[in-house]
C-alpha cells in the first residue's frame, strides 16, 4: 500500500497537473483549446509538458546539486538545505517552491502577451496556478501545507469552471473522475504521513477556491 501511494504521489505531482488539464481539454472540451489538429495537439501537449514540469524540475534539480555540494564544502547547518530530492521537511520546500512559483509567473507574463485569443484561456489557468504557488510558498515559510493537494484541487475547480461557464457537458466524467482523485490523492499522502489532515485539507481548498474563482470570473 505504501508503495501505491508512492506511485500515486508521483503521478498526480503538481508539476503534472497542467499537463493533465492539456489532455482532458483537447479531448473533451475542444471548445477551450481549439486546436484541430492531431499534430497540433500532440506538439502543444508536448510544449506544456516541457515549460510547466520538465523545466521546473530541471531548475529544482540544479538548486539541489550546487545546494547539496555547497553544503558539504561549507559543512553549513540544516536551514534551508535540502537533504533530500523529495523535501520532506517545510524548511527544505521554500527555495524550490519559490523557484518553481517564478518560472509560472514568467509563463503566465508571457501569455497574456502572447498567447493568440483562441487559446485566452491559458493566461487564465497559469495566473491562477502562479497564484497557488505563491500562497503555498508563503505559508510553507511558517507551516507544511500539501502542494499536492493544491494541484489536484486545483485541477477539479479548472474543470467545473469551465463546466459551467462554457457549458462544456462532455467534462462530466472528468470532472468525477477529477473528484475521486482528489480524494484518493489526499488519502495517499495522508497515508504516507507527509501531511496532517488540516494540511492536506488546506492545500486543497486554496487550489480548488483559487482555480475555480478565477475561471468562473475571467473565463
Given at each position: 500500500m505504501r508503495n501505491i501511494a508512492k506511485i500515486i504521489s508521483v503521478l498526480l505531482h503538481p508539476l503534472l497537473i497542467p499537463t493533465i488539464i492539456c489532455v482532458v481539454l483537447i479531448c473533451y472540451a475542444p471548445s477551450a483549446l481549439p486546436i484541430t489538429s492531431i499534430k497540433g495537439q500532440?506538439?502543444?501537449?508536448?510544449?506544456?509538458?516541457?515549460?510547466?514540469f520538465l523545466l521546473p524540475l530541471f531548475a529544482i534539480f540544479i538548486y539541489f546539486f550546487w545546494n547539496k555540494g555547497f553544503k558539504n564544502m561549507e559543512n553549513e547547518?540544516?536551514?534551508?538545505?535540502?537533504?533530500?530530492?523529495?523535501?520532506?521537511s517545510r524548511k527544505e520546500r521554500i527555495i524550490p517552491?519559490?523557484?518553481?512559483?517564478?518560472?509560472?509567473?514568467s509563463i503566465t507574463y508571457f501569455l497574456i502577451y502572447k498567447a493568440p485569443y483562441s487559446l485566452r484561456i491559458l493566461p487564465i489557468v497559469f495566473g491562477s496556478i502562479t497564484m497557488c504557488l505563491a500562497i503555498v510558498t508563503f505559508v510553507t515559510r511558517f507551516w507544511k501545507i500539501s502542494a499536492h493537494s493544491a494541484g489536484v484541487a486545483g485541477g477539479l475547480g479548472f474543470l467545473i469552471g469551465i463546466y459551467f461557464k462554457q457549458e462544456e457537458l462532455t467534462l462530466f466524467y472528468p470532472v468525477l473522475t477529477f473528484l475521486i482523485l482528489v480524494g484518493i490523492l489526499m488519502s495517499s499522502r495522508?497515508?504516507?504521513?507527509?501531511?496532517?489532515?488540516?494540511?492536506v485539507i488546506a492545500g486543497a481548498t486554496i487550489g480548488f477556491c483559487i482555480c475555480l474563482g478565477s475561471m468562473l470570473f475571467f473565463g
Open positions: 500532440i506538439e502543444f501537449t508536448l510544449f506544456i509538458f516541457v515549460i510547466t547547518s540544516e536551514g534551508l538545505f535540502v537533504k533530500s530530492i523529495i523535501m520532506e517552491f519559490t523557484i518553481t512559483t517564478a518560472i509560472y509567473a495522508l497515508y504516507l504521513n507527509c501531511h496532517t489532515p488540516l494540511q
